[in-house]
């Protein structure tokens, strides 16, 4: 979701935000969340400057820190399959790395349905930011360990040493959580 670019170059239109939201109806009850401040926030910035944003990173422009932290803390879409897009179409290792480095931090559950796939890539830093990713989602709380059984059993019987070594840590951490519930 993205506004016009008179919107992005003017005041910004709070009402229009919310009703494309769904945080305001026809009857004027209004509702929020910060997950639909985040949204409104990607939606004043704009699709395409945090698909920029991403291959800003993604080229280890300088900023870039900033960039991987903005991109954490709002978690857009655009942003997520942008990375996706890299990893899946650029041709430079090092960029599909970096991309999924990426991903590792701005996924949400929306991101699940492509970890098996990246667990599967021959490429070895491909597979240990995919365990990685699958630890943000359940440390951060953005996905239920239930959500990602398949994907603790592939990595519990994978190859890679690092992805074995992240599902211990996983498991770890979930069985503390778990004990201390």
Same mark, same amino acid.
């Given at each position: 979701?993205?506004?016009?670019d008179?919107?992005?170059?003017g005041?910004?239109?709070?009402?229009?935000? #919310?009703?494309?939201? @769904?945080?305001?109806?026809?009857? @004027?009850?209004?509702? @929020?969340?910060?997950?639909?401040?985040?949204?409104?926030?990607?939606?004043?910035?704009?699709?395409?400057?945090?698909?920029?944003?991403?291959?800003?990173?993604?080229?280890?422009q300088?900023g870039?820190?900033?960039?991987?932290?903005?991109?954490?803390?709002?978690?857009?879409?655009?942003?997520?399959?942008?990375?996706?897009?890299?990893?899946?179409?650029?041709?430079?290792?090092?960029?599909?790395?970096e #991309?999924?480095?990426?991903? &590792?931090?701005?996924?949400? &559950?929306?991101?699940?349905?492509w970890?098996? @796939?990246?667990?599967?890539?021959?490429?070895?830093?491909?597979?240990c930011?995919?365990a990685?990713?699958v630890?943000?989602?359940?440390?951060?709380?953005?996905?239920?360990?239930?959500?990602?059984?398949?994907?603790?059993q592939?990595m519990?019987?994978?190859?890679?040493?690092?992805?074995l070594?992240?599902?211990?840590?996983i498991?770890e951490?979930?069985?503390?959580?778990?004990?201390?519930?």
């Amino acid at each position: 979701m993205a506004l016009s670019d008179e919107m992005n170059q003017g005041e910004i239109d709070w009402t229009a935000i #919310a009703r494309t939201l @769904g945080a305001l109806d026809d009857d @004027g009850r209004e509702w @929020g969340s910060s997950t639909t401040a985040r949204e409104a926030i990607c939606m004043i910035i704009g699709t395409k400057h945090l698909r920029a944003a991403v291959d800003h990173y993604v080229s280890q422009q300088k900023g870039s820190e900033l960039v991987r932290n903005v991109l954490w803390l709002l978690h857009p879409w655009c942003a997520m399959e942008r990375c996706y897009e890299i990893y899946q179409n650029e041709k430079d290792p090092d960029a599909r790395v970096e #991309a999924i480095e990426l991903l &590792r931090v701005v996924a949400d &559950r929306r991101a699940l349905p492509w970890i098996k @796939g990246l667990l599967e890539d021959p490429d070895d830093g491909i597979q240990c930011w995919s365990a990685g990713i699958v630890d943000q989602l359940l440390w951060s709380h953005l996905v239920d360990p239930e959500e990602c059984e398949e994907l603790l059993q592939i990595m519990k019987n994978h190859p890679n040493k690092e992805v074995l070594e992240r599902y211990s840590f996983i498991m770890e951490f979930l069985n503390e959580r778990e004990n201390d519930s």
